[in-house]
C-alpha cells in the first residue's frame, strides 16, 4: 500500500511538473504582496519563491491576516501563542531577507477571518494603494480545511476589485495538497472515506487544472527548511504533551513534504479589477 502510495505520488508529481513551465528570470524582480492568512503560510507556500525574489532585487511585503492564537489553544494561552507567533514570523521574515518595515500583522483572530470580510477588505485597500505592488501572492480559492484561507483569497480580491488596478496573482496551495496521494488520510467510517475522496476529486483537479506556473527552488530548499523551523510552535512541541501536534506529525511527515519539492507551484493569472 505504502509502495502504490509512493509510486502515485510520483506519478501526480511528474503531471504536475509536466504541466507548469517556470516564470521569467525577469518577473522575480517585480515588487510583490504576500498576504499570509496564518504565521507558517508564506513560507510553506512561497517562502523558495520570496528568496528567489529577493535575490532578485524585489520588494517583498508580507502582510500575516490572522494571529494564529488558535493552532494549539487547547495547551497554551490563547494571548500567549499569539505572542510567540508574531515573533516567530518575524524571525522567519528576517531569514528570508525582509526587514521589519516590510512586514505587518492585521491581527484578526485566528479562524475568525469570516467575521470581519468587511474591515479586512477597506485595510487591504489601504495596503495596496499604499504599496502598488505589481504581483500579489494569496492561497488558492478552493482551499480545504480551514475558512481563513479562502477568505484570504476573497478578501484580497475584493480589495483589488476596489483599487481598480491591473495586477498579477499568484494563488499558492496550502491545504490543497492534504489528500491521498499525497498524504494518507485518516479516515474510518463509510462517510469519512466518502468525504475523503470528494475532497481528492476536488483539490486534485484544482491542482492540475489551475497551477502552471511554477519557481524553481532546489538551490534554497535547506535554507527554505530552516526559514520553517522558526516557527518553532507549528515544528516543535512547546510544552511535552503527545497532543501538541507539529507539521511533521500530520500523516507522518507526508503532508510537509509537499513543499520541499524543487518547484513552488502556482496558479498565476492577471487580475483586471
Ligand atoms: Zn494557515
Redesign the pocket.
Known amino acids: 500500500m505504502n509502495y502504490l502510495g509512493v509510486r502515485s505520488r510520483r506519478l501526480c508529481r511528474f503531471v504536475i511538473d509536466r504541466l507548469t513551465s517556470e516564470i521569467d528570470e525577469r518577473d522575480l524582480g517585480r515588487p510583490a504582496a504576500v498576504f ?3 504565521p ?2 508564506e513560507t ?1 507556500g512561497c517562502g523558495g519563491t520570496i528568496l528567489k525574489k529577493k535575490r532578485a532585487g524585489a520588494k517583498v511585503n508580507i502582510f500575516f491576516m ?1 494571529d ?1 492564537q488558535k493552532s494549539h489553544s487547547h495547551l497554551i494561552s490563547a494571548e500567549r501563542l499569539k505572542c510567540i507567533r508574531a515573533s516567530e514570523a518575524i524571525k522567519a521574515s528576517r531569514m528570508l531577507g525582509l526587514e521589519k518595515e516590510d512586514i505587518a500583522f492585521l491581527e484578526y483572530k485566528d479562524s475568525e477571518l469570516n467575521k470581519n470580510t468587511h474591515s479586512a477588505i477597506n485595510r487591504v485597500k489601504e495596503i495596496l494603494l499604499r504599496q502598488q505592488p505589481d504581483e500579489i501572492f494569496i ?1 488558492h480559492r478552493k482551499e480545504p480545511i ?1 475558512e ?2 479562502s477568505a484570504t483569497n476573497r478578501i484580497v480580491l475584493s480589495a483589488l476589485y476596489m483599487c481598480r488596478r491591473k495586477i498579477t496573482i499568484y494563488e499558492y496551495p ?2 490543497l495538497w492534504y489528500h491521498q496521494p499525497w498524504v494518507n488520510v485518516p479516515m474510518g467510517t463509510p462517510k469519512e472515506v466518502l468525504s475523503a475522496l470528494k475532497q481528492t476529486l476536488i483539490s486534485e483537479w484544482s491542482l492540475l487544472k489551475d497551477f502552471r506556473r511554477s519557481v524553481y527552488i532546489g538551490d534554497v530548499l535547506q535554507l527554505k527548511r530552516a526559514i520553517l523551523d522558526q516557527h518553532k510552535s507549528q515544528m516543535t512541541r512547546l510544552v511535552s504533551d503527545p497532543r501538541w501536534q507539529t507539521l511533521s506529525d500530520l500523516s507522518n511527515g507526508q503532508f510537509l513534504e509537499c513543499f520541499f519539492h524543487e518547484h513552488e507551484i502556482f496558479s498565476q493569472y492577471v487580475f483586471h479589477g
Open positions: 499570509s492568512p496564518h507558517d503560510d510553506l490572522t494564529g492561497p480551514t481563513d484561507h496550502i491545504w
